[in-house]
């Protein structure tokens, strides 16, 4: 069974820091690109942050470059997305999403296979 189970979410105030976890299992985790989404209350889905299956590379969304870091430990299957000087428009509900690797833009949603249910994060001013 295919899972991707976020954690790490929480209540913070603004200029905190959260580290949010992203473990995936039944697939083969070096295969794909590893994607952070967030979606607000009547916003739409973002893309914040993602991490390429083979080299590791790096995505921000430039609401977040500067502040967010992901990385991956391939050996224990999980992503992390390290994020400090949070602001109140930072509130969402995080979602990790996997995109196999030459399955097309890492920057479309559409492209990812499979999600999590996420994690709230809520950054109080």
């Known amino acids: 069974e295919v899972q991707l189970v976020e954690s790490g979410g929480g209540v913070v105030q603004a200029g905190g820091s959260l580290r949010l976890s992203c473990v995936a299992s039944g697939f083969t985790f070096d295969d794909y690109t590893i994607a952070w989404f967030r979606q607000a209350p009547g916003k739409e889905r973002e893309e914040v942050s993602a991490i390429s299956s083979d080299d590791d590379r790096t995505y921000y969304a430039l609401s977040v470059k500067g502040r967010f870091t992901i990385s991956r430990d391939h050996a224990q299957n999980t992503v992390y997305l390290e994020m400090n000087s949070l602001k109140p428009e930072d509130t969402a509900v995080y979602y990790c999403?996997?995109?196999?690797?030459?399955?097309?833009?890492?920057?479309?949603?559409?492209?990812?296979?499979?999600w999590g249910q996420g994690t709230q994060v809520t950054v109080s001013s």
């Open positions: 999403a996997a995109c196999l690797r030459n399955s097309g833009s890492v920057y479309y949603a559409g492209n990812y296979n499979y």
